[in-house]
């Protein structure tokens, strides 16, 4: 195979890459097969790294890029402004929860993630304070793949090629007992963040977690009641709360934000993927007035951070438009809908393969004991014409919000069919 394209989370010796995508439309990829040169349309079932919820060739999306194009594609922020990267931050703040009223916009989740990890550190040096420039984080948590953004990540299936170079991060686990824990297992696990705060809260600028729903780190679900007291021990040893919401934004969980479930704002919270609908790289980190007016006052309080995309005009009226599908659309309910459909069809399957299956919002994931079991879960969805991307013990569904009843059952007895017929 030509080299030239290196390939993400690949080895490249070797590497055989059988499909290429032709175009897409609603649900579906169209691919050729380069082995056999069959053409066929696959039913996505993780849209695209979990981002293209209105699924692909949106109409009313394209509509407005293109008429963008026509204005102007990209102009930068320094020195300037327009009139979409301020429409587009004043709805933002208008959706999420009040609160968090100043928004820094950049090009990609792990961008959006540095931004809020500086955000944190300058805050407290700003007020004084500069020893606390550390984190805690969750055990198996995802944030990127930039340099702070692995640094309070805890997956050395991804990072581990740079754990010599990492500064000390504290982590703590989740609760166990998923969104329904009991207070034992939730004071469990705030024992753990308390003992580091007690001994460490002095170095501490923030805690970072992906609200309720872990990605790349399991699929692991866990309650909000502990991000309550959570939160609560946090601004009593003065560090900000960050939600990383790059995956778990834009109804995935079944709610606009995962923060929705939660009792508090949090002090900082990042957007991505899915606010474009899935058309452009474009985050937004978004802060308290109290975090953000730390920042006046001199020049050396200046956030200086700048993304030369940050902004981006077709980025903006797309995600504008997205947002708009979201609520003419009621996609939330959408999201609801899929929820109670893969419950429905995997409450009573099981296999001896399989170690746990986890559902929440437009999330479902199937535990294996052994990475062999999934091996070959791509090759057989795409026989059955599903394109499915398994990874470590995981075989996942994240597709996209406008699936039709029988586009979701296809996706969930293709998965159930895979084990049933695995020898």
């Not at 195979?1 to 390939?7: A, I, K, S, V």
């Not at 166990?176 to 600028?205: P, R, T």
């Amino acid at each position: 195979m030509n080299n030239t394209l290196w390939y993400p989370y690949a080895q490249m010796e070797n590497l055989e890459r059988n499909y290429k995508v032709l175009s897409g439309k609603g649900a579906y990829i169209k691919v050729e097969n380069l082995k056999t040169k069959e053409e066929k349309d696959l039913l996505d079932g993780v849209s695209s790294w979990w981002c293209a919820v209105h699924g692909y060739n949106n109409q009313e999306i394209n509509k407005v890029i293109k008429e963008q194009l026509d204005k102007i594609a990209h102009v930068m922020l320094g020195g300037l402004t327009h009139e979409w990267a301020l429409k587009l931050a004043d709805k933002l703040v208008e959706i999420t929860p009040k609160g968090l009223n100043h928004v820094f916009f950049s090009d990609s989740g792990s961008v959006g993630v540095e931004i809020a990890l500086k955000m944190a550190v300058q805050y407290h040096g700003n007020n004084g304070n500069r020893e606390k420039s550390k984190f805690i984080s969750l055990i198996k948590g995802y944030h990127g793949d930039t340099f702070k953004a692995m640094e309070v990540g805890n997956d050395s299936d991804f990072h581990g090629a740079f754990n010599h170079m990492m500064k000390e991060t504290f982590y703590i686990n989740i609760p166990e007992g998923g969104i329904e824990a009991s207070e034992e297992q939730v004071q469990k696990a705030l024992e753990e963040l308390k003992n580091v705060l007690d001994n460490k809260a002095h170095e501490v600028a923030g805690f970072i977690v992906e609200p309720l729903l872990q990605g790349a780190g399991g699929f692991r679900v866990y309650s909000p009641k502990f991000l309550n007291e959570a939160y609560k021990l946090c601004k009593k040893y003065n560090v900000l709360v960050i939600f990383d919401e790059v995956a778990t934004g834009f109804g995935r969980t079944g709610k606009m934000f995962a923060a929705d479930y939660c009792d508090f704002v949090p002090d900082i919270m990042i957007l991505g993927k899915a606010l474009t609908g899935g058309y452009i790289g474009h985050a937004a980190t978004i802060a308290t007035t109290e975090v953000f007016e730390a920042f006046y006052g001199g020049g050396d309080k200046v956030l200086m951070h700048g993304p030369t995309f940050m902004g981006n005009p077709l980025a903006c009226v797309a995600s504008l438009k997205s947002i708009e599908l979201f609520e003419k659309n009621n996609v939330v309910d959408k999201v609801k809908n899929i929820e109670k459909f893969f419950m429905e069809e995997f409450k009573d399957f099981s296999n001896r393969k399989v170690k746990n299956i986890r559902i929440f919002g437009a999330m479902a994931v199937l535990e294996v004991f052994e990475y062999k079991d999934v091996a070959k879960a791509q090759e057989y969805a795409y026989e059955k014409g599903v394109w499915l991307r398994p990874f470590g013990k995981y075989l996942y569904l994240m597709p996209s919000y406008i699936l039709s009843e029988d586009e979701a059952r296809k996706l969930c007895c293709t998965i159930k069919n895979y084990f049933s017929e695995m020898k």
